[in-house]
Structure formats: C-alpha cells, structure tokens
C-alpha cells in the first residue's frame, strides 16, 4: 500500500512569489491534515480536511494560505505570496475515517523563501 | 488546551546504552499520546500510542513509554541503543484517536556513537 506523498520534496522561492504544495493521502482515506515545522519550532497544525470539507483551519496563519481538496482525494496547499517567515516543512498526514485511526505522515515539503 | 513539553532538544548515547527522551504533556481531559520517529528523508513514523488501556506501551524496534498521570509523563526508552535508532523523535498529545489534531513538542534528535 502506498504511503502519504508530497510534491515537491524541496521548493526554493523568493519572497513574493507563489508556491503550490501537494498531498496524496494513502487511498481510501477521508481525512487529511496539514502541518508545518518552522526550523527550531514544533511541528504546528494548520488545517483539517474531511472528504473536500474543511472541518478544522483554526491553524492557518493568515489568508495568503489556501488550501483545497478536490473531490476529496488530493490536497493542495498555495502560499500566495510567499514571505519569508513561510519557511519551513510543511508535512501532509492522512487517517481513516473513525475514532482510533491512526494519522500516516509523509515525507514533508521542505520550502525556502528567500 | 494541550501543550507538549520534551526536554532536551539532543540526547546522546553510546551504542548499548539505555535510551531516554522526556515528554510531559498537559491536557485540560484525558489525553491521548503518540511518539512519532523521523528518520532523514522520510515522513513522521508511529512508534507507540498510549489510549488508556495499558499504562505501559510498547512500540515498534524495541521502545516503549509509560503513561504517569501523577506526573504528567510519557517518557520514551530503550534498553539498549543501536546505531540506527540516530532519528528525530517527538512526543504528541490529542484529545482523541482519530478526528483530532495531533499537539507536537520540540523533537529530541537521538545521537547514537559506536
């Protein structure tokens, strides 16, 4: 069974620019988070999707993040425009739908924004 | 609210060595607490949880924790180190299984010398 994935492992983009993240959830999963590590920080929670609904974005920092789940399969995440303190690793998890699933990360999205 | 606390941000041991990273948690109801590895390159791994049925937990690769309530502990430990338990470990906190986020601290990076 393939795991969670994200595209790309690595961005470098200056300040300004736009950057679009992706997240394949492991199939079958109807949950799918976000979250972000900023160097020397704990990993951060930003959103919670159930199927393509938003059930939880109390962690998204402001709203030059965007975040969508077509059809409830993939995700993407658009930092528009990036500034620098958007650095960081965002990772992308998924569970299935139920009260004891577990959450399955993958690997992150390493973004630098000079 | 839940907050996650683990102290030190490195730890070093030799290879053979007992292992153990600190977590203390705080939680306004019954928590539930993950430990979670990060080896280079690759997404956040389960290694235990703790959901209230066993105080003592026991994960993958030979590590467990034990859930103090008195002390609001979840340290994670290891008889004996091998080289490649060297990762990034973090401690997390959620009010529930599935449909919750997940409260990360710090990470500790394990450093493991022949």
């Known amino acids: 069974e393939a795991g969670v ?105 390493r973004l630098t924004v000079t | 609210a839940q907050s996650v606390t683990q102290l030190g941000s490195h730890v070093s041991v030799s290879e053979g060595a007992l292992v153990l990273l600190r977590c203390n948690y705080s ?18 791994q389960l290694l235990l949880k703790y959901t209230s049925a066993a105080t003592l937990v026991k994960g993958i690769n030979g590590f467990e924790a034990e859930f103090k309530k008195s002390e609001t502990s979840f340290h994670l430990t290891k008889p004996s180190a091998h080289m490649s338990d060297a990762a990034e470990y973090f401690c997390a906190v959620s009010i529930s299984l599935g449909y919750s986020t997940l409260t990360f601290g710090k990470g500790t990076m394990l450093l493991v010398s022949p």
């Open chain 1, 5 to 109: 994935t994200q595209f790309p492992s690595h961005s470098v983009i200056e300040k300004g620019q736009t950057v679009t993240l992706r997240c394949d959830p492991i199939s079958g999963h109807d949950n799918l988070y976000w979250y972000r590590r900023v160097m020397g920080k704990e990993i951060k929670f930003l959103l919670h999707f159930v199927k393509e609904s938003k059930q939880d974005e109390s962690g998204m920092p402001n709203n030059r993040f965007l975040a969508e789940r077509t059809g409830g399969t993939y995700s993407t995440l658009k930092v528009q425009p990036a500034e620098l303190e958007d650095s960081g690793v965002y990772f992308c998890a998924s569970s299935q739908d139920g009260l004891f699933y577990e959450q399955y990360f993958g690997p992150g999205t």
């Open chain 2, 27 to 44: 939680s306004s109801v019954p928590p539930y607490l993950f430990w979670y590895v990060q080896y280079p390159n690759q997404g956040l």
